[in-house]
């Protein structure tokens, strides 16, 4: 086998990844509308979406194979948003117009003056959009309202919190969110029996509103969907704090430091007085911006869960000092190297029922046991 096989291979896979998005128009080019999943209240609802304008495939090139994909990986890199189309967005008897942003973006709060159903929590939005040009496009976007008994919040981050992405070891995440097919990628130990179990609560029927983050950019969340349903995590709206803007004039993300922040706030406020839980990691600022929402919604905040995902010992001192800086607030910081100390603490506040600690628990003990067998071998 020659020695540029794997990268040959590596360099093929990537290319189909990032052009599978593409392949929606089926080379036909034009107006593309793209809509995110919502979330919101019986008060109001948040839609967010984009749209697109991009080329036509060209007649020469074939359906399928490397050079197909080649041709949408350029198409990708030169769509462009499209500014100020206008966007009809209705949800049962209640209707917003706006207009897209300067790359293509759309975000839709839209007030809710006749009242929702209340026996289901997916509601579907109907999408308008028109611009000069283009025939009229139509689609949809699936909005989550939690039902009215719903009792806790659950706010969490994604990137080494759910999934292990090695933020740290940038070309490792390359690798892990761009090529491994969704179903490879590595969900942490017991993450989808503890998410599912705060999701069903103590009773094991309720139906809590958990809202992921990421740091990552809109361009992998058809993938993250896959990641979620393949794994059994309950599939919330995933929120993302950042449009990166990688094109060749601009190669770096765009900045987003203050926007994880300003997406719990509004979160926060959404949901009125609800009690909250929020998780993520030690790798990057979740401890030190959680602690800073305690301190800024007294009494709100039930508890922090931080996943473990380095062994530092700086690191872990300074989450300690935050840990106590929170002491004599209702809330607790909680570092945790795996799922089931994190479950136990939800267990022992009445948050999860027993059925789901066991759970998260033969979870993660399952997964040693197959570590232990590989390791074996």
Request: with cysteine; net charge positive.
């Amino acid at each position: 086998m020659p020695w540029y096989s794997p990268w040959a291979s590596f360099v093929k896979r990537l290319v189909h990844v990032v052009a599978k998005p593409m392949k929606r128009d089926s080379g036909r080019g034009g107006m593309v509308v793209h809509p995110y999943r919502g979330y919101g209240s019986q008060k109001e609802v948040f839609v967010m979406g984009r749209v697109f304008r991009q080329a036509a495939l060209g007649r020469a090139i074939p359906r399928r194979g490397i050079l197909r994909d080649t041709a949408d990986v350029a198409r990708r890199i030169f769509r462009r948003g499209f500014k100020e189309a206008q966007v009809e967005i209705r949800i049962g008897e209640n209707k917003l117009s706006l207009i897209t942003d300067r790359d293509g973006y759309f975000d839709a709060h839209i007030p809710i003056e006749r009242d929702l159903p209340i026996d289901v929590s997916w509601h579907r939005a109907d999408i308008l959009v028109r611009a000069d040009g283009h025939p009229p496009m139509r689609t949809n976007a699936e909005v989550y309202v939690p039902p009215p008994e719903a009792d806790l919040l659950v706010i969490s981050d994604i990137d080494d919190t759910v999934m292990f992405t090695g933020v740290a070891e940038k070309l490792k995440m390359l690798y892990r969110l761009f090529v491994r097919k969704p179903h490879r990628r590595t969900a942490f130990p017991g993450v989808a029996s503890l998410y599912q179990s705060l999701y069903r609560g103590k009773s094991d029927k309720a139906e809590r509103p958990i809202l992921y983050v990421s740091r990552g950019p809109w361009a992998i969340y058809e993938m993250l969907e896959t990641f979620f349903q393949l794994n059994r995590i309950p599939v919330g709206p995933i929120l993302f704090l950042r449009e990166w803007g990688i094109s060749w004039r601009k190669p770096w993300p765009r900045k987003a430091e203050d926007h994880k922040r300003d997406l719990i706030d509004r979160m926060l406020t959404l949901y009125d007085d609800m009690p909250c839980v929020l998780i993520g990691d030690s790798g990057q600022h979740d401890p030190e911006v959680y602690t800073e929402v305690v301190k800024a919604y007294p009494g709100r905040i039930k508890a922090v869960y931080i996943r473990r995902v380095d062994k530092d010992p700086k690191r872990q001192e300074a989450i300690q000092r935050l840990r106590d800086e929170l002491k004599g607030s209702d809330c607790d910081l909680i570092l945790a190297a795996d799922s089931v100390l994190m479950a136990e603490h939800a267990y022992e506040q009445g948050r999860i029922s027993a059925r789901g600690l066991e759970a998260v628990k033969r979870d993660v003990r399952e997964h040693r046991q197959e570590e232990a067998q590989e390791a074996s071998l």
